[in-house]
């Protein structure tokens, strides 16, 4: 299947200044375009700058200059009812704050589709327990996160960032730490994404990751002590 094409990007940032960062004093300037249907992998030197740049991506944290755009629309130009709504077309694959617990993790992975999107719930659970077998497990995990042992977890969280045909996915690469045999579904997951038009933002911790290895990614970039930086893999 040919995977779509257009010519405004998913998200672009420009001229977008990184808040405060724990291994540099000086300003990061960051200017990323990521068009539909493409894959960019960012390797991140610090967990916090890591964190950092998904909460500016996502809207969650204003950049201190510059301008982060999602499908089009500058973050700060929204009110923040309207960040959470846009939000909703952003899957991400994290661990934190994704455990509600008073919601099983079934019930935290699903909530969002069939309620926001008007699914049925047949449809919504079909589409998980496929996921939920491409990356390993039977179907999702019933039980609390407390309950859960942590490979059930991390293999949820990934069935939580591609469920529902988002626009743009955001992977942490520490969520899938020592987790070198989901490199396969992984691919597998993004190229299916991006054949439906999704555009893929997978922060690593090192380009060389076994996890990342099978992703064909037109972008590759670095964020240390210089900035963001393009870097070829090798």
């Not at 809207?59 to 089009?72: C, H, K, Q």
């Not at 020592?178 to 054949?195: K, N």
């Not at 690593?204 to 076994?210: H, K, P, Q, T």
Request: proline share 5%; with cysteine.
């Amino acid at each position: 299947m040919a995977r779509a094409t257009a010519t405004r990007s998913v998200l672009s940032l420009r001229g977008a200044i990184l808040g405060e960062r724990q291994l540099s004093t000086a300003p990061t300037r960051i200017d990323l375009e990521l068009p539909r249907g493409s894959a960019t992998l960012v390797q991140v030197d610090d967990e916090v700058d890591a964190v950092s740049l998904v909460e500016l991506c996502m809207g969650i944290v204003p950049p201190a200059d510059g301008t982060v755009r999602f499908l089009g629309v500058d973050w700060q130009a929204r009110t923040p009812r309207e960040r959470l709504h846009r939000r909703r077309r952003i899957g991400t694959v994290v661990q934190s704050h994704v455990w509600p617990a008073h919601m099983s993790v079934l019930e935290s992975v699903l909530v969002a589709r069939f309620y926001h999107f008007n699914r049925p719930r047949d449809e919504v659970i079909a589409e998980a327990t496929a996921l939920a077998r491409l990356f390993g497990l039977p179907g999702l995990p019933v039980g609390r996160r407390e309950a859960t042992p942590r490979r059930a977890l991390v293999r949820a969280a990934c069935v939580r960032g591609f469920i529902g045909a988002p626009d743009l996915i955001v992977v942490q690469d520490q969520t899938l730490e020592g987790t070198a045999d989901l490199a396969v579904p992984m691919a597998q997951a993004i190229a299916e994404a991006r054949d439906r038009g999704a555009t893929v933002l997978w922060i690593v911790e090192s380009l060389a990751a076994e996890a990342v290895r099978f992703v064909q990614a037109e972008q590759s970039f670095r964020l240390g002590d210089l900035g963001l930086v393009r870097v070829r893999r090798r």
